[in-house]
Structure formats: C-alpha cells, structure tokens
T-cell receptor, first 112, second 110 residues
Framework: DTGVSQDPRHKITKRGQNVTFRCDPISEHNRLYWYRQTLGQGPEFLTYFQNEAQLEKSRLLSDRFSAERPKGSFSTLEIQRTEQGDSAMYLC??????????FGPGTRLTVT | KQEVTQIPAALSVPEGENLVLNCSFTDSAIYNLQWFRQDPGKGLTSLLLIQSSQREQTSGRLNASLDKSSGRSTLYIAASQPGDSATYLCALGGNTPLVFGKGTRLSVIA
C-alpha cells in the first residue's frame, strides 16, 4: 500500500492555459474524490467517482473543469482556460463506500 | 445542507498542556466523522474516524468523541508536543463526500 499519489505536486501556469492533474488512489479503493482548498479554508468537494462512474459534481465545478476515471483506477482533473481564481490546492482522496478517506499530498496550482 | 464549525480558529499552548479542539455540525444525520491533521502546504493525514454508532475513538495521545444529539465532536490531545503544531480539521460524511470545517491552527510552544 503506497498511499494516494498526485502528480504534479506544483504547477505554475499562465492565465488561459489548460492544465491536467493526475491522481492514483489506493488500489483496492473503489471511490475517488477531488477537493479544492484555498488558503485558510477547509477543503471543498468538487466531484467523485465510484469505479469509473462519476456519481456527483459540485456546483463549484464549472464547465471549464472536467474529470475522468476511465478504467476505474487513476483519475485526471483538467481545467481549461485557467483563471487566477483557480489558484488553489487540489486534493485527491480515495476510500471504500462509507469508509475512511485517505488523502494524497495535493497539487498546488498557481495561475499568473 | 450540512455546515461544520470549528472553534477556536487558532490556539497557542505551552508544551505539555492537555487541550481540546471543538467541532460542531448542523445536521445530526451523519454517517461518520473524521479528524485530520494538515501541515503547512501538505495534504491531509487522517487521525481518527468515528462511526455514527460510536461515541469515541482513541489513538495514542488522541481521543475523539462524538455527540450526535448536540451536534458536537471534540478532539482531545494529551501532553501536547511541539510536533503537534499543525491545522486540525474535522469532516463529516462517509457515504457522501466529506464536508469540512475551516480548521483550528494549533501552535505548541516549547
């Protein structure tokens, strides 16, 4: 069990560019969650998957955001046409249904 | 809609002191409650999970309690150490995405 991993750990991009983040969950976990955290706030839910099915999307997830988990293993989160307001820590977590969630180290996005 | 509040927002204590962090929530129909630790610029480390049918959980110097009827949870840290300095977050959920409080930033002074 290597834990939840995320790549990259840091990303600096210019406004208007597209970025993609990857999350590798703990292998036996069927649920994968994406959260976003800004300075001084708790994480806020974005979307989650059970296996390859995307079960829920927050209203925080605008049309510029898309997430996939094509084979029920790793997941990607893409942000198109980034804005300065997208600057945040993007956190991925995995867990079983109704079970404890385990978080990765996060990807810190800075939009200049 | 579930709302989670953590008080105080920040706390500074001398090393060796016992302390209590508070978490309150508005909807008592919860599945479970998790306490996390977050170091600056890092991800979240799960400390304790309390199922809705449980009243408390213990791990080492940490003890978390849950009172659904009053909508409260506490995290008790015994004999605090400088290495305990971090932000502590509580979150409710389990069968649904977690809803977090804003956290309590703890500083333990040597």
């Amino acid at each position: 069990d290597t834990g939840v991993s995320q790549d990259p750990r840091h990303k600096i991009t210019k406004r208007g560019q597209n970025v993609t983040f990857r999350c590798d969950p703990i292998s036996e976990h069927n649920r994968l969650y994406w959260y976003r955290q800004t300075l001084g706030q708790g994480p806020e839910f974005l979307t989650y998957f059970q296996n390859e099915a995307q079960l829920e999307k927050s209203r925080l997830l605008s049309d510029r955001f898309s997430a996939e988990r094509p084979k029920g293993s790793f997941s990607t989160l893409e942000i198109q046409r980034t804005e300065q307001g997208d600057s945040a820590m993007y956190l991925c977590a995995s867990g079983g249904q109704g079970r404890e969630q385990y978080f990765g180290p996060g990807t810190r996005l800075t939009v200049t | 809609k579930q709302e989670v509040t953590q008080i105080p927002a920040a706390l500074s204590v001398p090393e060796g002191e016992n302390l209590v962090l508070n978490c309150s929530f508005t909807d008592s129909a919860i599945y479970n409650l998790q306490w996390f630790r977050q170091d600056p610029g890092k991800g979240l480390t799960s400390l304790l999970l309390i199922q809705s049918s449980q009243r408390e959980q213990t791990s080492g110097r940490l003890n978390a309690s849950l009172d659904k009827s009053s909508g409260r949870s506490t995290l008790y840290i015994a004999a605090s150490q400088p290495g305990d300095s971090a932000t502590y977050l509580c979150a409710l959920g389990g069968n649904t995405p977690l809803v977090f409080g804003k956290g309590t930033r703890l500083s333990v002074i040597a």
